[in-house]
């Protein structure tokens, strides 16, 4: 079964007590397509604003006031917006487009499906990137279609672009069918499009599944390449991951202690540079080659690496002796064993 998306949100303007009330109810109001979190602004897919913390600044601009000790006010050009803020009632200006009220669960979940119809391309491209997770041994190098009941769901190149029907729920890919083109692809004009590399990573820092290949658990981890992403979906976790690993190779646990993080939070920030293809275990693919004489912190002994020459950059090599050199499932980085 293709997993639920999880979509974020941000709270703005609460008081402690009345953001732990807003992640309760929004963690419980979340049915249907996508699983609602509770995030940082600046990472969130919508969000959710105190009315009566809100003052009209004129020409479309708004200042959000704290709701919390030693916070700062934010102010908001509404129309430079690229997400949709929900307003709680009364709110003190006449210009929200969405509004509900905090203590009504109804209301909220009827705002979370509002915004769940804005965020419909994000839905349909995380879906789809667990799909081809899901069904990487019937992908290799080429062109597929995906398909279901004969209407085309989405393209997907796995060494170029991405395009998915932008209105594509998860139930819509449960019986869906992959199949090999060779000819030239009309993508129609409600179809999103991406790259690999976005469509992975909008999959990777989503999922609640532990998607990390365990050998990066154990053995060296090797910089690779920067992610080749819009600088706006990087966070400062994958900036500090990358920034150190660019200086030396590192094993899991001595990022642990760098970056000061905890194992899950450390596994899921790592898969998603490694589905992007930043990181690599394999130390021929790295983009400093280390010398033989290894660190204590990057042993190579610990844990196993590949040579294949292809894009298979991070798998043990019991599953690299059964491939074949032209086995790429994915570009930019390789999707691995589970």
């Not at 990137?129 to 995906?146: D, K, P």
């Not at 990181?279 to 400093?288: M, Q």
Request: proline fraction near 7%; include cysteine.
């Amino acid at each position: 079964m293709t997993e639920l998306p999880v979509l974020r949100v941000g709270l703005a303007g609460f008081s402690a007590g009345q953001q732990n009330e807003l992640a309760q109810l929004v963690a419980a109001v979340s049915t249907g397509h996508v699983s609602w979190v509770v995030s940082d602004l600046d990472c969130a897919d919508a969000w959710l604003v105190n009315g009566a913390k809100v003052l009209d600044l004129g020409e479309k601009r708004i200042r959000i006031n704290p709701g919390l000790l030693k916070a700062r006010s934010i102010q908001v050009h509404m129309t430079e917006m690229d997400r949709p803020i929900g307003f709680s009632r009364p709110v003190k200006v006449a210009m929200p487009t969405f509004s509900f009220d905090f203590d009504s669960a109804s209301s909220l979940a009827a705002l979370l499906r509002k915004f769940e119809v804005w965020q419909s391309a994000i839905v349909a491209q995380v879906c789809l990137a667990a799909h081809i997770v899901e069904h990487q041994g019937a992908l290799r190098s080429g062109v597929f279609t995906l398909t279901r009941g004969g209407a085309m769901l989405a393209t997907v190149s796995m060494h170029g672009d991405i395009s998915v029907l932008a209105t594509a729920a998860p139930a819509d890919f449960e019986d869906a069918i992959w199949r090999r083109e060779t000819g030239e692809l009309h993508i129609p004009d409600n179809f999103v499009r991406s790259t690999m590399s976005q469509l992975m990573w909008q999959y990777a820092t989503r999922t609640r599944k532990d998607v990390l290949p365990p050998h990066y658990r154990t053995g060296a981890i090797y910089f690779r390449r920067a992610p080749r992403l819009p600088q706006r979906l990087i966070g400062d976790a994958h900036l500090l991951l990358l920034r150190e690993l660019a200086n030396a190779p590192a094993t899991f646990d001595a990022l642990l202690r760098r970056c000061d993080s905890s194992p899950q939070v450390l596994a899921s920030d790592l898969a998603a540079l490694y589905f992007v293809g930043s990181i690599t275990s394999n130390p021929k693919r790295a983009a400093n080659p280390p010398s033989r004489t290894a660190s204590a912190d990057c042993d190579a002994s610990q844990g196993p690496s590949s040579n294949l020459p292809s894009g298979l950059d991070s798998i043990p090599p019991d599953m690299a002796r059964q491939m074949s050199g032209d086995s790429d499932m994915t570009a930019p980085g390789p999707i691995g064993p589970h």
